[in-house]
């Protein structure tokens, strides 16, 4: 197993006792003028998904924001994810929405290549920064693609690198971490321009500075102690930790991109 693929079935496993249905594995932004704090809510919101669109989730955790666009939308389409144990969730919530004939969810890795048809919208929602190779990855994704795919990414994105920002990208398995102007670059070497640019990074909630300190200090004490079985948990939400103290430091932003392969702004 992948170390990406063990955060992520290890988060499941502690998160899943107190979930009945797919829920976001992602940040609750404060998207105030949306009146919306969850991702998959602002893209309805923002129009971002014609009705009957065809969708690609890469990196769908529990299928949430597949079911939301499905609802909502009539969406199709394919959730990949490298955990396990969140696939086989999102596969058994299916069966109850009765959605099986119209999404789909794959365990994979979007390092891989991604065997489908190709798709009108492409989310990643947190996911991209976990990938071992971007450049593989985007390709991968452009393949799934077609002349007017609308990409739509919300992530971390680093401001200031620092020794703090490289143990976190550590503890995450996050080897694609990038600046905006970085990313923005790579895309655009591969033919994708962005559309929109969106910064909420003062939305992203964070714990003061005092309690950060603390907790931090806690989990780095907690990880030199604890058995192999429950390392990977403690050392997942000390990553947590650190990202909350590098926004708090002015040193990741948090931004959601529009992108396609044409330049118009089409798009509130």
């Not at 929602?125 to 990938?131: A, G, P, Q, R």
């Not at 985007?138 to 799934?144: D, M, Q, R, S, Y």
């Not at 398995?173 to 910064?199: D, R, T, W």
């Amino acid at each position: 197993m992948s170390k990406i693929a063990e955060i992520y079935d290890t988060l499941f496993t502690f998160e899943i006792f107190s979930k009945k249905e797919a829920y976001p594995i992602h940040k609750r932004i404060e998207f105030v003028e949306d009146n919306c704090t969850d991702i998959a809510d602002w893209i309805l919101k923002k129009e971002l998904c014609p009705a009957g669109s065809s969708v690609l989730d890469v990196g769908c955790g529990t299928g949430n924001t597949l079911f939301k666009l499905a609802k909502f939308k009539q969406a199709v389409g394919l959730g990949i994810s490298i955990s396990e144990k969140e696939i086989e969730f999102a596969n058994s919530q299916l069966k109850k929405l009765n959605l099986t004939s119209s999404i789909k969810f794959h365990n994979q890795s979007f390092d891989e290549p991604i065997n489908h048809e190709k798709f009108d919208i492409i989310i990643a929602i947190e996911s991209l920064k976990h990938s071992t190779n971007y450049s593989k990855t985007l390709k991968n994704l452009l393949k799934a693609s077609h002349q007017d795919t609308v990409f739509i990414i919300a992530d971390d994105f680093i401001i200031h690198p620092s020794a703090e920002s490289k143990q976190q990208m550590v503890l995450w398995n996050a080897p694609s971490l990038f600046s905006v102007p970085i990313f923005k670059e790579l895309m655009e070497q591969e033919g994708l321009n962005i559309i929109n640019l969106y910064f909420f990074t003062d939305k992203v909630n964070i714990k003061s500075k005092f309690v950060l300190i603390i907790l931090i200090f806690l989990f780095k004490f907690l990880r030199k102690i604890v058995t192999k079985s429950v390392k990977t948990l403690v050392e997942t939400y000390l990553g947590a930790l650190l990202l909350e103290r590098l926004y708090q430091k002015k040193q990741m932003d948090y931004c959601i991109i529009v992108a396609g392969r044409n330049d118009i702004d089409f798009y509130n």
